[in-house]
């Protein structure tokens, strides 16, 4: 500019000025909100002649890369920073372009549209049409959701959604997150499936075949099913199933049966089809045949049918069938014996029915058979040998004859053959054991010992005992065995049943053999000793589960002296069973306590709950209660039986400095319950505070304390996935925290009563001195969420000015950072700081979010603050702006001009604007009038009044120079291209000359 004012103070002027050429007549684009798009154009002219200039922006979010320019062909870059503008917004503004080949403005208009994903359906930017893509291409949905900008995008404002959609996130299982999330925001509904058949049931051969169920989900959405099994023969082509898998909304989930892995007859399994949210349970049975008939070896028949013998003579021995029942069902079984088998079998038997039912001729002739090969039978084998002199002596009845035979068979018993049937030949004929039972038990027992585990045994030894009782002296593994088939055969008499129980109660450590044998005789014979045992043995193996409390119950009402029975009573007791404590209980724990606490709190609860039934035990306990509550509550213990004595205690309003101060810790605590076995867990967000809370269920429970209205609770599965409104569990209050707050909050600043009663406060507006000293007391929580910090600052600001209260409330003011509070609040906080003056405060908010939604008036104050706070004399380019935004919009005093005349620089015509308004304040304009006047000969336009400015610059010229050149040029314009000029610049001119003589001289 320096350069072309000399030279037109020398009279070099361009006959002809080029003319600017533009790129773009004018720039209209359309930026996504909250990004910044970036752009160009090219500013030549029509000689293509080197040129210079600047360029500037009238809206301060168009900014220029370079404001200055130098060449015949020049591209601006420009940036336009939606950062802070909201959908639907338009802003309007001009480039301003200043040169050597004349003046030009170039308008913009930018929209601002919402932040959307370009996708495969296009251009998308809403949760509804995300859904839609999500319904269309899952993959794809998947990758947005994961992205940086999908809370930018989708969720913008809705804080809600965003706590939802970042708790997600944490999910191991992006796929199970979004799906999760749109139920969560309604956009779909947890999905379900159904099977085609209820039950499957097969007739197979040999081969393996095929079958399918068919899956159908009632909607679309991702979901994983696992496909299990608890049969050997099911074989699965996919144990895991995808939402994707389906084709439209059915799957084909095809198994393989295989008949090798079943046995003949019927094979029974499950089929499992299992969501997070359902399980589906399909019974399957098999019937396996053979395509021929099964043969089954003789040898393995007649085993079979030695067995049923055997069966059939002990059923007959413990009286269960009649002795013609009993002949019956042994000659059907002895037709049932191949003819491959070992034909003496069958002789035996048929003596053995001879003699037992007095036939004696048909005895004497089959024994007579036996007799004449009795010493083959004895070389082949010992035991048919043994057997057939037990028969026989059976048969004679004679003493001698009964001597020998015993005699000979425990030689052989003694002396390598001992087998248990030996054993039993000789029960019977040997005439040492008739005197003598405990050798018989002796001898039987040693069977035992060697692995001989016959019930045929087990009946002649429980005989014994029943017959001698005394003879039970010791419970070893034997006895144990030999009366638990006694007691299962209810072969047991009392006295037995009573030795039995005592021996019983001489054991160190629970038997769960004994311990059923005892309860068996307890049906039988239900006496004091055998319910004694019971209870005992139950204490001693710490059995405390809720299925023996029937024992403990009937030996509190038996009243038996145990130790402990009353403790053992009260731990086996369900707590939520409908059951009355009896009064010994009661009278019990007046004077014994050595119940552990959550049993304790459990009988104080009842005894509080039904004090209308007995007021006498209640007031017995009161002192006990209230000094075991006290410790409690200073542990923060909780649970529905301290609940109780909480409220018993602290309910009424007389609560100690102590208590009160310790009551916040259980106030809110709520039992969580969940019956989902894949739930192992829940978190636990409240919007006030950053943290979350991970909490272990323990059998499908857990404690969780809820204090605010924003609290949300995701359970969380075995993987680490989370879930929200899909999962269905109930959340139960222990108490109600209102009937407690009013005390505590004189004594506590608990954060969670604080939260509780800020939350409470600005739901309802509440505006008064105690909630204005809450929400200090709220300020100071650790680990508050900012943007209820900055709820907490604004509600106070509020106050305060309201109550006229200056000091504090520029104290408050001075905390907020205007970035971090709530958009919808922030033009009122900037309004309170420019009535108190924290300009620089507004300034750096206006810088980052603008100006345009606040008053002019407003505006108007905030700029005469600043420049006055100032002093107006260091340039801010923001300042400039605003200065400039109110004056365009006819609102300014002398300060704002003082600062738009000394700074601003723009257009030719508004800067005239603003010296003619500087002259109604009489204003100094010296130094704008001297701008303008470089301006407009640098940009060589013709300006109406520009003689105006010069005359003003004329009174008192600084730019000698400046002067020659606007008059030298005006004199050519008029001279050479008819340019009206006013009449007052040739007495002007010939001054000037005059001068420039005079100096020359």
Same mark, same amino acid.
């Given at each position: 500019?320096k350069e072309?004012?000399?030279?037109?103070?020398?009279?070099?002027?361009?006959?002809?000025?080029?003319?600017?050429?533009?790129?773009?007549?004018?720039?209209?684009?359309?930026?996504?909100?909250?990004?910044?798009?970036?752009?160009?154009?090219?500013?030549?002219?029509?000689?293509?002649?080197?040129?210079?200039?600047?360029?500037?922006?009238?809206?301060?979010?168009?900014?220029? %890369?370079?404001?200055?320019?130098?060449?015949?062909?020049?591209?601006?870059?420009?940036?336009?920073?939606?950062?802070?503008?909201?959908?639907?917004?338009?802003?309007?503004?001009?480039?301003?372009?200043?040169?050597?080949c004349?003046?030009?403005?170039?308008?913009?208009?930018?929209?601002?549209?919402a932040?959307?994903?370009?996708?495969?359906?296009?251009? /998308?930017? $809403? !949760?509804?049409?995300?859904?839609?893509?999500?319904?269309?291409?899952?993959?794809?949905?998947?990758?947005?959701?994961?992205?940086?900008?999908?809370?930018?995008?989708?969720?913008?404002?809705?804080?809600?959604?965003?706590?939802?959609?970042?708790?997600?996130?944490?999910?191991?299982?992006?796929?199970q997150?979004?799906?999760?999330? !749109?139920?969560?925001?309604?956009?779909?509904t947890?999905?379900?499936?159904?099977?085609?058949?209820?039950?499957?049931?097969?007739?197979?051969?040999?081969?393996?075949?095929?079958?399918?169920?068919?899956?159908?989900?009632?909607?679309?959405?991702?979901?994983?099913?696992?496909?299990?099994?608890?049969?050997?023969?099911?074989?699965?082509?996919?144990?895991?199933?995808?939402?994707?898998?389906?084709?439209?909304?059915? +799957?084909?989930?095809s198994?393989?049966?295989?008949?090798?892995?079943?046995?003949?007859?019927?094979?029974?399994?499950?089929?499992?089809?299992?969501?997070?949210?359902?399980?589906?349970?399909?019974?399957?049975?098999?019937?396996?045949h053979?395509?021929?008939?099964r043969?089954?070896s003789?040898?393995?028949?007649?085993?079979?049918?030695?067995?049923?013998?055997?069966?059939?003579?002990? %059923?007959?021995?413990?009286?269960?069938?009649?002795?013609?029942?009993?002949?019956?069902?042994?000659?059907?079984?002895?037709?049932?014996?191949?003819?491959?088998?070992d034909?003496?079998?069958?002789?035996?038997?048929?003596?053995?029915?001879?003699?037992?039912?007095?036939?004696?001729?048909?005895?004497?002739?089959?024994?007579?058979?036996?007799?004449?090969? #009795?010493?083959?039978?004895?070389?082949?084998?010992?035991?048919?040998y043994?057997?057939?002199?037990?028969?026989?002596?059976?048969?004679?009845r004679?003493e001698?004859?009964?001597?020998?035979?015993?005699?000979?068979?425990?030689?052989?018993?003694?002396?390598?053959? +001992?087998?248990?049937?030996?054993?039993?030949?000789?029960?019977?004929?040997?005439?040492?054991?008739?005197?003598?039972?405990?050798?018989?038990?002796?001898?039987?027992?040693?069977?035992?010992?060697?692995?001989?585990?016959?019930?045929?045994?087990?009946?002649?030894?429980a005989?014994?005992?029943?017959?001698?009782?005394?003879?039970?002296?010791?419970?070893? #593994?034997?006895?144990?065995?030999? @009366?638990?088939?006694?007691?299962?055969?209810?072969?047991?008499?009392?006295?037995?049943?009573?030795?039995?129980?005592?021996?019983?109660?001489?054991?160190?450590?629970?038997?769960?053999?004994?311990?059923?044998?005892?309860?068996?005789?307890?049906?039988?014979?239900?006496?004091?000793?055998?319910?004694?045992?019971?209870?005992?043995?139950?204490?001693?193996?710490?059995?405390?589960?809720?299925?023996?409390?029937?024992?403990?119950?009937?030996?509190?009402?038996?009243?038996?002296?145990?130790?402990?029975?009353?403790?053992?009573?009260?731990?086996?007791?369900?707590?939520?069973?409908?059951?009355?404590?009896?009064?010994?209980?009661?009278?019990?724990?007046?004077?014994?306590?050595?119940?552990?606490?959550?049993?304790?709190?459990?009988?104080?609860?009842?005894? /509080?709950?039904?004090?209308?039934?007995?007021?006498?035990?209640?007031?017995? +306990?009161?002192? %006990?209660m209230?000094?075991? *509550?006290?410790?409690?509550?200073?542990?923060?213990?909780?649970?529905?039986?301290?609940?109780?004595?909480?409220?018993?205690?602290?309910?009424?309003?007389?609560?100690?400095?102590?208590?009160?101060?310790?009551?916040? &810790?259980?106030?809110?605590?709520q039992?969580f319950?969940?019956?989902?076995?894949?739930?192992?867990?829940?978190v636990?967000?409240?919007?006030?505070?950053?943290?979350?809370?991970?909490?272990?269920?323990?059998?499908?429970?857990?404690?969780?304390?809820?204090?605010?209205?924003?609290?949300?609770?995701?359970?969380?599965?075995?993987?680490?996935?989370?879930?929200?409104?899909?999962?269905?569990? *109930?959340?139960?209050?222990?108490?109600?925290?209102?009937?407690?707050?009013?005390?505590?909050?004189?004594?506590?600043?608990?954060?969670?009563?604080?939260?509780?009663?800020?939350?409470?406060?600005?739901?309802?507006?509440?505006?008064?001195?105690?909630?204005?000293?809450?929400?200090? %007391?709220?300020?100071?929580?650790?680990?508050?969420?900012r !943007?209820?910090?900055?709820?907490?600052?604004?509600?106070?600001?509020?106050?305060? +000015?309201?109550?006229?209260?200056?000091?504090?409330?520029e104290?408050?003011?001075?905390?907020?950072?205007?970035?971090?509070?709530?958009?919808?609040?922030?033009?009122?906080? @900037?309004?309170?700081?420019?009535?108190?003056?924290?300009?620089?405060?507004?300034?750096?908010?206006?810088?980052?979010?603008?100006?345009?939604?606040?008053?002019?008036?407003? !505006?108007?104050?905030?700029?005469?603050?600043?420049?006055?706070?100032s002093?107006?004399?260091?340039?801010?380019?923001?300042?400039?702006?605003?200065? &400039?935004?109110?004056?365009?919009?006819?609102?300014?005093?002398?300060?704002?001009?003082?600062?738009?005349?000394?700074?601003?620089?723009?257009?030719?015509?508004?800067?005239?604007?603003?010296?003619?308004? #500087?002259?109604?304040?009489?204003?100094?304009?010296?130094?704008?009038?001297?701008?303008?006047?470089?301006?407009?000969?640098?940009?060589?336009?013709?300006?109406?009044?520009?003689?105006?400015?010069?005359?003003?610059?004329?009174? =008192?010229?600084?730019n000698?120079?400046?002067?020659?050149?606007?008059?030298?040029?005006? #004199?050519?314009?008029?001279?050479?291209?008819?340019?009206?000029? =006013? *009449?007052?610049?040739?007495?002007?001119?010939?001054?000037?000359?005059?001068?420039e003589?005079? $100096?020359?001289?």
């Amino acid at each position: 500019m320096k350069e072309k004012m000399e030279r037109f103070s020398k009279g070099d002027f361009d006959y002809e000025l080029p003319f600017l050429y533009l790129s773009e007549e004018s720039i209209e684009i359309t930026v996504e909100s909250g990004k910044i798009h970036e752009g160009s154009f090219i500013i030549s002219n029509s000689t293509q002649k080197p040129m210079k200039g600047i360029v500037s922006s009238s809206h301060r979010l168009l900014t220029l %890369k370079e404001t200055a320019f130098f060449g015949a062909e020049n591209k601006i870059f420009y940036q336009f920073n939606a950062g802070c503008l909201k959908n639907g917004d338009t802003v309007q503004g001009e480039i301003n372009i200043i040169s050597d080949c004349g003046e030009q403005r170039m308008s913009f208009v930018v929209h601002v549209e919402a932040p959307y994903y370009m996708t495969s359906l296009g251009k /998308i930017k $809403d !949760l509804f049409q995300f859904t839609n893509l999500a319904r269309m291409d899952w993959s794809e949905a998947k990758k947005i959701f994961r992205s940086e900008g999908f809370e930018r995008t989708f969720l913008q404002s809705d804080e809600n959604y965003k706590r939802i959609y970042r708790s997600l996130l944490k999910s191991i299982s992006t796929s199970q997150a979004l799906e999760e999330f !749109l139920i969560a925001i309604h956009k779909k509904t947890r999905i379900r499936l159904h099977v085609d058949k209820e039950r499957l049931e097969y007739l197979v051969t040999e081969d393996s075949f095929m079958d399918k169920l068919t899956l159908t989900k009632d909607q679309w959405g991702y979901v994983e099913i696992k496909v299990s099994t608890d049969a050997d023969f099911i074989q699965f082509e996919q144990k895991y199933i995808w939402g994707d898998f389906f084709l439209g909304n059915t +799957y084909p989930i095809s198994f393989l049966l295989d008949p090798k892995k079943m046995r003949y007859g019927n094979n029974y399994g499950h089929i499992w089809i299992k969501t997070v949210h359902q399980i589906i349970e399909i019974p399957v049975t098999c019937r396996r045949h053979r395509e021929t008939e099964r043969q089954i070896s003789p040898e393995k028949r007649s085993l079979q049918v030695q067995s049923a013998l055997q069966r059939n003579y002990l %059923k007959f021995r413990l009286n269960q069938i009649d002795l013609a029942k009993y002949l019956e069902e042994s000659h059907r079984l002895l037709q049932q014996l191949p003819e491959t088998a070992d034909s003496r079998i069958k002789e035996f038997l048929q003596i053995h029915l001879a003699i037992i039912t007095d036939r004696n001729s048909e005895a004497e002739q089959l024994l007579g058979r036996l007799a004449a090969g #009795a010493s083959e039978l004895k070389e082949q084998s010992v035991i048919w040998y043994c057997a057939y002199l037990y028969l026989k002596a059976l048969h004679e009845r004679e003493e001698e004859s009964t001597r020998k035979a015993a005699d000979s068979i425990r030689e052989f018993y003694e002396h390598g053959y +001992y087998h248990w049937q030996m054993l039993w030949f000789l029960l019977y004929i040997d005439r040492r054991y008739e005197d003598n039972r405990g050798l018989k038990l002796m001898d039987m027992k040693e069977q035992f010992t060697a692995g001989n585990r016959s019930p045929v045994l087990y009946y002649e030894a429980a005989c014994i005992y029943n017959a001698e009782p005394y003879l039970l002296r010791e419970l070893t #593994a034997y006895e144990i065995q030999v @009366l638990n088939f006694s007691i299962k055969n209810k072969l047991v008499t009392k006295e037995v049943a009573q030795q039995y129980a005592y021996l019983a109660n001489r054991k160190k450590h629970f038997h769960p053999i004994i311990f059923r044998g005892l309860v068996l005789l307890y049906e039988v014979f239900p006496i004091t000793e055998i319910l004694t045992v019971i209870c005992c043995m139950l204490i001693k193996g710490i059995k405390k589960a809720g299925k023996y409390h029937k024992w403990f119950r009937l030996g509190v009402e038996a009243q038996l002296p145990i130790t402990e029975l009353y403790e053992y009573f009260m731990y086996s007791h369900e707590e939520n069973a409908e059951e009355q404590l009896p009064q010994s209980v009661l009278l019990y724990f007046i004077y014994n306590s050595s119940l552990s606490d959550n049993k304790r709190a459990y009988l104080y609860a009842y005894v /509080i709950k039904n004090r209308h039934k007995n007021e006498s035990i209640f007031r017995t +306990y009161y002192k %006990k209660m209230e000094l075991f *509550t006290a410790k409690q509550l200073e542990a923060h213990n909780i649970n529905r039986s301290l609940a109780v004595l909480y409220r018993e205690f602290y309910g009424n309003g007389a609560v100690s400095a102590e208590a009160a101060a310790h009551l916040p &810790y259980v106030i809110y605590r709520q039992e969580f319950i969940c019956n989902n076995p894949s739930i192992v867990g829940i978190v636990v967000t409240h919007e006030e505070l950053e943290l979350e809370e991970n909490i272990p269920l323990t059998d499908g429970r857990a404690w969780v304390d809820i204090f605010s209205k924003t609290a949300r609770i995701f359970p969380v599965d075995t993987f680490g996935n989370r879930y929200t409104v899909s999962m269905d569990y *109930t959340i139960q209050p222990l108490m109600k925290p209102e009937d407690y707050e009013e005390i505590c909050i004189n004594y506590s600043n608990h954060p969670k009563l604080l939260i509780h009663l800020f939350d409470r406060c600005q739901r309802d507006h509440i505006f008064n001195e105690r909630a204005t000293a809450l929400r200090k %007391k709220v300020l100071s929580i650790d680990g508050i969420n900012r !943007l209820y910090y900055y709820d907490c600052l604004e509600a106070l600001v509020d106050y305060y +000015y309201e109550y006229y209260n200056d000091e504090l409330l520029e104290y408050y003011l001075s905390l907020i950072a205007i970035n971090e509070v709530r958009p919808e609040k922030r033009l009122k906080l @900037l309004e309170y700081m420019v009535k108190r003056c924290f300009y620089e405060k507004v300034l750096d908010a206006l810088e980052i979010f603008g100006y345009e939604e606040l008053s002019v008036n407003l !505006l108007v104050k905030f700029c005469s603050g600043w420049l006055s706070a100032s002093g107006g004399e260091r340039k801010q380019e923001l300042m400039v702006h605003l200065c &400039y935004y109110v004056f365009n919009r006819n609102k300014y005093d002398e300060a704002i001009l003082k600062y738009l005349v000394r700074y601003f620089f723009g257009p030719t015509k508004e800067m005239f604007r603003i010296w003619k308004a #500087a002259k109604g304040f009489e204003v100094d304009t010296h130094m704008l009038e001297e701008r303008l006047l470089v301006q407009m000969l640098y940009t060589e336009g013709y300006v109406q009044d520009s003689f105006l400015i010069f005359k003003e610059y004329y009174k =008192n010229v600084t730019n000698r120079t400046l002067v020659r050149a606007f008059l030298s040029f005006y #004199a050519y314009k008029y001279l050479i291209h008819d340019w009206v000029i =006013n *009449t007052e610049l040739f007495p002007i001119m010939r001054r000037e000359i005059n001068y420039e003589e005079n $100096d020359l001289c």
